[in-house]
């Protein structure tokens, strides 16, 4: 019971007295230490900074304060080099309230991003990303690198080295590139890797068409030749089983002019058929049994294969003979 009360005294306390907010500093490309203590939101009081290195004497106060909205939200501290081997003691100060904190700075190095990023393709015909970055014996780099706006691809590359190499590259592909840095296990490694450096670009952007084909490609294809070899296996089905067919694609069609005379030898009727030859619906060839008066195309009636001599007269073109060439053999 008493501990119960105790915590509700102290949950209380905290709610009303306001303690100093939390601070959180970095050491920024080994050039200066940056401390900031706005995680939980902009302060409503202008705090007092100071802060020392466990190997000086006394604290100082902040010289240079980062600001939003006029009120001081963190502050930018000199730094010498070696200093992050050190404790770093910070103190926040508002009327009577202070808050105190000891920092370990060691891993705690954020590098600029490298500069001077190129990316070029040399005599070996290999790509390569060069890039410079300060420190350069104490840094260790990672280079990541996508083909066609497709997935990153991370790489780590060792200390001190500052270039990478990409093996025979396509230049219908697009190459993007990136690297970062952080301080290397040698000189006391950092958590933290710098941002990514702008990405530098090699290669073709023309290529995003042509490679999206190249990804519907493999799904297609076997589609396509599926649906090929079922239409061609229709049609030769179709040209086995049905004459029809083949006469369309091969008709035999006599040369009009002399031939027309002998009409009933191209046509080879069977006996009965040539007697019970009578339909209504398809032109036939002989003008002069037709009804003149009904409308042109479906007029004739009538088809008697008689005299000779008057079919050579009437008959039209050898289109008309075509049609009807098919028809009388379907039947
Ligand atoms: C904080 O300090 C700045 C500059 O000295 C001042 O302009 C601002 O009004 C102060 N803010 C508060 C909340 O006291
Ligand atoms: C940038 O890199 C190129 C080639 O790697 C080099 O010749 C040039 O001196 C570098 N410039 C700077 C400012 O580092
Ligand atoms: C894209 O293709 C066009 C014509 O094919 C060419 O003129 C242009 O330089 C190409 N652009 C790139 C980035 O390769
Ligand atoms: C490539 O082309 C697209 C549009 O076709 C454009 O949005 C994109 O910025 C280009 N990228 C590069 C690296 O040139």
Known sequence: MPTRLLLLLCLTAHVFAREPPEVDCLVVHRKYVHC???????????????????????????????????????????????????????????GKQISEKVHELKTKVKLNPPTNVTVQKRSDSNLWLNWSQDYVACVESEVRYRVNNRKWENN???????????????????YELQVRSRMAFSCGESIFWSDWS???????????????????????????YVVGAFILIL???????????????????????????????????????????????????VREYCHVSQSDSEACSVF?????????TSCSSSTSTVSTEEEMISV
């Open 304 to 312: 008697v294969p008689g005299n000779e001599s008057d079919l050579s």
């Open 198 to 224: 702008r990405p530098v670009v090699w290669g073709s952007n023309n290529s995003t068409d042509p490679n999206r084909m190249n990804k519907l490609m493999p799904v297609w294809t076997p589609v396509l």
């Open 36 to 94: 900031s203590w706005n995680m939980q939101g902009t302060p409503e009081v202008n705090y007092t900074f100071y802060s020392r290195f466990e190997s000086e004497k006394v604290f100082s106060v902040c010289s240079n304060y980062l600001r939003e909205n006029n009120t001081n939200t963190g502050c930018k501290q000199p730094y010498q080099n070696g200093q992050r081997f050190n404790s770093f003691n910070t103190k926040l100060v508002h």
């Open 235 to 285: 049609l030769v089905m179709m040209l086995l089983h049905h004459e029809r067919i083949r006469i369309i694609f091969i008709p035999v069609v006599p040369k009009p002019s002399s031939d027309l005379q002998n009409i009933e030898d191209w046509f080879q009727f069977p006996k009965g058929l040539k007697e019970s030859f009578n339909y209504n619906e398809h032109p036939c060839l």
């Open 156 to 174: 780590q590359v060792s200390t001190a080295v500052q270039e990478y190499c990409v093996n025979l590259p396509s230049s219908s592909s697009l």
